[in-house]
Nanobody, 120 residues
Framework: QVLLVESGGGLVQAGGSLRLSCAAS????????MGWYRQVPGKERELLAV???????VYADSVKGRFTISRDNAKNTLTLQMNSLKPEDTAMYYC??????????????WGQGTQVTVSS
């Protein structure tokens, strides 16, 4: 079992930056895939970015060029650097992890979320 805890959310003006962190209770080396999602009330959860153990990354078009995902297996930490934030980025942000990609399906582990609010 892996416990994920996000931090770093808050209120920021449009055009500003925030850095989200996700601390894992155990080793993330064994986790094939980690990623960040966000959700706005009344809407489906949106996948923003994923990173595998080879540091290969994939981004949603909505954040490509503005957000950067990274993972530090030694520190058991996943981060999301968010630049050029827009009011439409306002959402609850979640860290998630998939132990084995070959198992299929969605993430095996979720964090509790951290709120990001971008004012115009």
């Amino acid at each position: 079992q892996v416990l994920l805890v996000e931090s770093g959310g808050g209120l920021v003006q449009a055009g500003g930056s925030l850095r989200l962190s996700c601390a894992a209770s155990g080793s993330i080396f064994s986790l094939d895939l980690m990623g960040w999602y966000r959700q706005v009330p009344g809407k489906e959860r949106e996948l923003l970015a994923v990173i595998n153990n080879s540091r290969r990354t994939v981004y949603a078009d909505s954040v490509k060029g503005r957000f950067t995902i990274s993972r530090d297996n030694a520190k058991n930490t996943l981060t999301l650097q968010m630049n050029s934030l827009k009011p439409e980025d306002t959402a609850m942000y979640y860290c998630a992890a998939k132990r084995r990609v070959d198992d299929g399906g969605g993430p095996d582990y979720w964090g509790q979320g951290t709120q990001v609010t971008v004012s115009s």
